[in-house]
């Protein structure tokens, strides 16, 4: 019997690009209406909103009887928290200005019709995704582990229930 347990939901299964919405949407900013990017950040917050409430249940389930409550609103905290500056709040003003400044650039020195430069500066902004990944999450990592994290865990795990990196 394989004590291995179930893939997550929202970091090992094709889920997890709902946390990924806002940053398209901030790539395609240009191309479409501001109400259009908006969504996009309603969906990456839902996907918080359900990973938070998942890590819950499971530290819920691994909670002894007294520490539910506490444990499950830690768990929830911690996710949305991380989930929230590593997937939405960073990555989106990161995608966002990185597209202003290519837009502002391309605006100054080429001259390109303005169809040519937004979608440019679209495909400038989707590029630069699988790039700034990684980094704000370590990032992210790093500095909740030595900030906030000290108040609630004894010891952050680097694969446990606190550690949210997303993958690839």
């Given at each position: ?12 299964t ?10 398209v ?44 409550t ?30 202003a400044?290519t ?11 303005v169809?040519?430069?937004r ?5 400038v ?41 997303r993958?690839?």
């Open positions: 019997m394989s004590t291995q347990e179930p893939p997550d939901l929202y970091r090992d094709y889920v997890r690009y709902l946390g990924y919405a806002n940053e949407g901030e790539a395609f900013r240009a191309l479409v209406h501001v109400n259009a990017v908006r969504f996009s950040y309603v969906v990456a917050c839902s996907y918080v909103m359900a990973d938070a409430n998942h890590k819950g249940q499971i530290a819920a389930k691994k909670s002894d009887e007294s520490n539910v506490k444990n499950r609103m830690i768990a929830m905290a911690d996710t949305v928290v991380w989930q929230g500056l590593a997937s939405v709040a960073i990555p989106g003003f990161t995608i966002n200005r990185l597209c400044g837009n502002y650039l391309l605006k100054k020195t080429a001259s390109l019709p169809g040519v430069r979608w440019t500066t679209t495909f902004g989707l590029g630069c995704i699988p790039f700034i990944v990684k980094p704000i999450d370590h990032s992210v990592d790093f500095m909740m582990n030595n900030s906030v994290r000290k108040m609630y865990v004894a010891k952050p795990e680097p694969k446990g229930v606190f550690h949210h990196e993958a690839d």
